[in-house]
């Protein structure tokens, strides 16, 4: 990884821990974690035997136990950025986030409208305003739709530090 690459990754690293420390402590804890799922259920009005609620559950319980390696249900940043990268992403966070999306998407054709993509990313605790231009950034042919291969793809392009529109303008 280059230098400009690496810095990259830190700064946006940095940025996606503090959106996932809801209480803003340094310490992303189990809690903070999983809340997530419990905002965006309830912004986007599931019921809990919906099976997109199982299933965004199940797979934030599996990315949390992934992520607190030492298992004391706490992940400092230096743990964080230590574990994330693209191999974990494409294993692990790709499904967490992308179950997330499954849960906005209103009518579950794999594509959310600016409505849905900012109560979704609301929900996981980005300001409004941000989430609206990170919906115009990944809406390159102007169909008021993105699509959730593109979403993903976005996050993890932002994570690794390869660039992505999006991040630079949701964190």
């Known amino acids: 990884m280059s230098r400009t690459t690496a810095d990259a990754a830190t700064t946006a690293r940095v940025r996606v821990f503090a959106m996932m420390d809801a209480d803003g402590d340094q ?24 099976p997109l609620v199982v299933t965004a559950r199940a797979e934030g319980v599996k990315a949390w136990g992934e992520m607190d390696g030492d298992g004391d249900g706490k992940l400092t940043f230096d743990e964080y950025n230590a574990w994330v990268g693209a191999d974990k992403f494409d294993n692990i966070c790709r499904f967490a986030l992308g179950a997330l999306f499954d849960l906005a998407d209103a009518d579950g054709d794999g594509a ?4 849905e993509f900012t109560t979704l990313r609301t929900a996981l605790n980005n300001p409004a305003d941000n989430a609206a231009a990170a919906f115009d950034a990944l809406d390159t042919d102007g169909d008021g739709r993105v699509a959730r291969d593109a979403y993903l ?6 994570i690794v530090g390869d660039g992505s529109p999006m991040g630079e303008v949701l964190y």
Request: charged share 35%.
């Open 112 to 115: 959310l409208d600016k409505a």
């Open 153 to 158: 793809a976005s996050i993890r392009a932002y």
């Open 27 to 50: 310490v992303v804890t189990r809690h903070d974690y999983l809340s997530r799922i419990d905002r965006t259920v309830v912004a986007t009005g599931r019921t809990e035997d919906d």
